[in-house]
């Protein structure tokens, strides 16, 4: 009757599909511009009218869509639409709204995208995060940081043995690699009892720093297209390696989560574990005993995906905080002068240990390490969360229950109202107390509340005892200049610098 008789089935099916397809994607634009709820937040039309706008910026150009994003906040104001589904806030007066304590505002499905569903830091559900979190957070109590400390003390110890001999050799030092070599031995002493010894390699740890940092660009493709994670995830090694090189070292990465996990269960089993020894986070993870009545042991295939996301957690976000630290003290004398001398006055013994506690107390290594802190933005783009029922207020705008709000420390750290000059390291800024308050307003490189970093008093030990330690014995290092190219970073949800860009590297001419 219509004519269609003379075509086949396959031919008619694939008729409509060629059809279908483009007319669904213009009416997917129509509406995600003109009829979706968050139609009326200011923002770029292409931002508001497909996910491909965040896709193209995260993937080509080195993954900066929060440089975007923070362009947008100068151009549109503290609230705008970045994806179809999605605002960002500036105004650091949310922040508490959003991420506190008791915060009913769940992680978004955004963070299914890491291949790491089973870790605490991908749980989405509330109920479920507690239970995980109250499992990991002994292992990072303060009082617990401080019965460990002697691990962080070791690390900077052999840190230092090595820049000594590096520096009577005449070479220079790649203190971003060793910083970071710090955190992941003292990250793998805690959590396996099986040390990394990244500060005892030749490269210090460079091919697995590598590994981690080009497996990121994969959550970007898996955020885009969320089907392709399970496909991506079953695929052979070689496979996955002719295809892309992130997917192939996010299986890498995955691979070797699972043996380190496995290793573990298996000197558990086989009665190898010390009883002396201080248990580390994965043999109690495998322990029922002393958890939440609701917790169940995990699978060593589930628990590979904490490792994933402990190791991820800690492989750069530390390091670089440390290295921007050094890098702008050693690169402003005054800065350096100040710091020298309070060290000196404080640990008169360049040789002797410094403790910790003692560490916390002098006021401008604390404002150097915050500058460091702020500058280095740990986890530069947003951290997007679910807005619960029955939607809230922000700016004066409504946003309705389930659709994303988030916000960025790259955005915030920037922010001249807090942050005059925002592109100075100037650790005065910190100085005066009731400033320093004021300005923690903004600070937001551990984020706060229930899904705070879980690490944060760990990380702060390590940065206290490696910067002090370092810089109390050798007061007289000079560094390499670093481009702005160098200092930027790529967001692979932490902060990598640029794979290929110049490193710092110190020398001492006297020690
Ligand atoms: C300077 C160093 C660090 C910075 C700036 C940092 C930053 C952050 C931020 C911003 C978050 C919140 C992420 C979100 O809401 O999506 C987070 C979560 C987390 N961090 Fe860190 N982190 C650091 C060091 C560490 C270390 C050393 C560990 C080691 C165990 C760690 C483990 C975690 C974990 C497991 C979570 C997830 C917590 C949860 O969802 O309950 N971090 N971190």
């Not at 396959?10 to 994607?25: D, K």
């Not at 994303?404 to 005065?428: A, C, E, I, R």
């Not at 932490?494 to 001492?508: N, R």
Request: aromatic content about 12%; hydrophobic content about 40%.
């Amino acid at each position: 009757m219509f004519g269609f008789e003379q075509y086949s089935k396959a031919t008619l099916l694939l008729l409509s599909f060629v059809i279908y397809v483009p007319l669904r994607l213009i009416y997917n634009v129509v509406y995600n511009l003109f009829l979706h709820p968050l139609a009326n937040v200011p923002g770029p039309r292409l931002a508001a009218a497909t996910y491909l706008y965040q896709t193209y910026h995260s993937l080509v150009g080195g993954s900066r869509y929060y440089v975007q994003v923070g362009k947008m906040h100068e151009k549109y104001g503290p609230i705008v639409r970045i994806t179809p589904d999605e605002v960002s806030l500036s105004d650091p007066s949310n922040y508490d709204l959003i991420y506190f304590v008791g915060s009913k505002y769940p992680k978004s499905t955004f963070y299914s995208s890491f291949s790491a569903g089973y870790s605490t830091f991908a749980t989405q559900p509330h109920d479920l995060h507690r239970i995980r979190r109250s499992a990991l957070n002994p292992f990072f109590s303060r009082k617990n940081v401080l019965a460990l400390e002697s691990v962080v003390q070791d690390k900077a110890q052999k840190l230092c043995s090595l820049a000594k001999k590096k520096f009577k050799e005449g070479k220079e030092l790649d203190l971003n690699h060793a910083f970071r070599a710090v955190s992941i031995d003292v990250i793998t002493d805690y959590a396996f009892a099986d040390c990394y010894d990244l500060l005892g390699r030749e490269d210090l740890g460079k091919t697995f720093f590598e590994m981690v940092q080009k497996r990121g660009p994969a959550a970007w493709m898996f955020v885009q297209w969320p089907g392709l994670q399970a496909l991506a995830m079953g695929l052979p090694k070689w496979v996955a390696s002719a295809l892309s090189q992130p997917i192939a070292h996010t299986l890498k990465l995955v691979e070797h989560c699972r043996a380190q996990c496995q290793s573990v269960k298996d000197a558990m089993d086989s009665g190898k574990v010390s009883d002396s020894s201080q248990p580390s986070i994965f043999q109690e993870l495998l322990s029922p005993e002393g958890k939440d009545e609701d917790y169940v042991v995990p699978t060593v295939d589930q628990l590979k995906d904490e490792a994933h996301s402990i190791l991820a957690a800690a492989a750069d976000t530390t390091g670089n905080a440390m290295t921007v630290a050094a890098y702008h003290t050693v690169s402003n004398p005054e800065i350096f002068e100040m710091l020298r001398r309070e060290l000196k006055e404080n640990f008169p013994d360049s040789e002797q240990e410094l403790g910790f506690v003692e560490l916390e107390r002098l006021s401008y290594l604390t404002a150097v390490i915050k500058e460091g802190l702020r500058m280095s933005f740990g986890v530069p783009g947003r951290l997007p969360r679910e807005v619960p029922k029955p939607g809230a207020t922000f700016n004066g705008t409504f946003i309705p229950a389930g659709y994303t709000v988030g916000m960025s420390s790259w955005v915030l750290h920037q922010d001249p109202t807090y942050f005059p000059n925002p592109k100075t390291f100037d650790p005065s800024r910190w100085l005066d107390p009731a400033e320093s308050r004021r300005l923690d307003k903004a600070f937001v490189p551990f984020s706060k509340g229930t899904r705070g970093c879980v690490g944060m008093p760990l990380a702060y030990c390590e940065m206290y005892v490696t910067l002090g330690t370092f810089f109390r014995r050798f007061p007289n290092v000079k560094g390499n200049v670093l481009s702005k190219e160098d200092l930027s970073y790529v967001d692979h949800f932490s902060a990598y610098h640029p794979l290929g860009a110049e490193v710092f590297k110190v020398t001492s001419p006297t020690i």
